[in-house]
């Protein structure tokens, strides 16, 4: 079986830009959620979405937005891109709300 | 906020010993608690879980304990393989939202 799946694996944008990551989620599973991890830290939750609706959302600014589409697939999106949105940005997916998460490998974004 | 504190930041241990990594949390909702390892440049994958209503949970040469009084959980693996090098991550999340908040992590190095 396919595990999540994310595109693309490695990014560089400039300042100012906006980027748009995108997720796979494990068959079967409907629910998926958004971590960035910064190097050295732990992962920091973003968004949860399931069965379409937003579930939950980080202390993140509102230049972050996401969505999931009807095939439980998800999109992340980043506004005027700062330096400090450089991370690697995880998605995870799960069967339900609260089941196991299990994640991707990341895209790896750089902001110059 | 919800808050996760893990410790140590660093474990060095002799191949064949015992490594105990230790986390408390703030929340007292939270009642779920995975564990997740990430090998260098690979996503976190997860290794074990417990729910608030075990104390304890083994799966081979790994367990986790759980004090819900106390808030604090810990990761035992015992008879450490060079294989088990990596950084280790605690969560905590309450099933409502399935949001896991992470700690710092604990990088393991077990020396052959």
């Known amino acids: 079986d396919a595990g999540v799946t994310q595109s693309p694996t490695h990014l560089i944008k400039t300042r100012g830009q906006h980027v748009t990551l995108r997720c796979s989620p494990i068959?079967?599973?409907?629910?998926v959620s958004w971590y960035q991890q910064v190097l050295g830290q732990g992962p920091q939750f973003i968004f949860q979405?399931?069965?379409?609706?937003?579930?939950g959302r980080g202390n993140f600014p509102d230049r972050f937005s996401a969505r999931q589409f009807p095939n439980y697939s998800s999109e992340l999106n980043v506004n005027a891109l700062l330096l400090g949105d450089s991370a690697l940005y995880l998605c995870?997916?799960?069967?339900?709300?609260?089941?196991?998460?299990?994640f991707g490998n990341g895209t790896r974004l750089t902001v110059t | 906020g919800e808050n996760v504190e893990q410790h140590p930041s660093t474990l060095s241990v002799q191949e064949g010993d015992s490594a105990v990594i230790k986390c408390t949390y703030s929340d007292s909702a939270s009642n779920y608690f995975p564990w997740y390892k990430q090998e260098l440049g690979k996503r976190p994958q997860l290794i074990i879980d417990?729910?608030?209503?075990?104390g304890e949970k083994k799966d081979q040469r790994i367990a986790v304990t759980l004090n819900k009084t106390a808030k604090h959980f810990s990761l035992h693996i015992t008879e450490t393989q060079p294989e088990d090098s990596a950084v280790y991550f605690c969560a905590a999340s309450d099933s409502n939202t399935g949001k896991l908040i992470f700690g710092q992590g604990t990088t393991l190095q077990v020396k052959p």
């Open positions: 979405y399931y069965e379409k609706e937003e579930r």
């Open positions: 417990i729910r608030s209503n075990v």
């Open positions: 068959s079967g599973h409907k629910s």
């Open positions: 995870a997916s799960s069967l339900e709300v609260n089941s196991p998460l299990h």
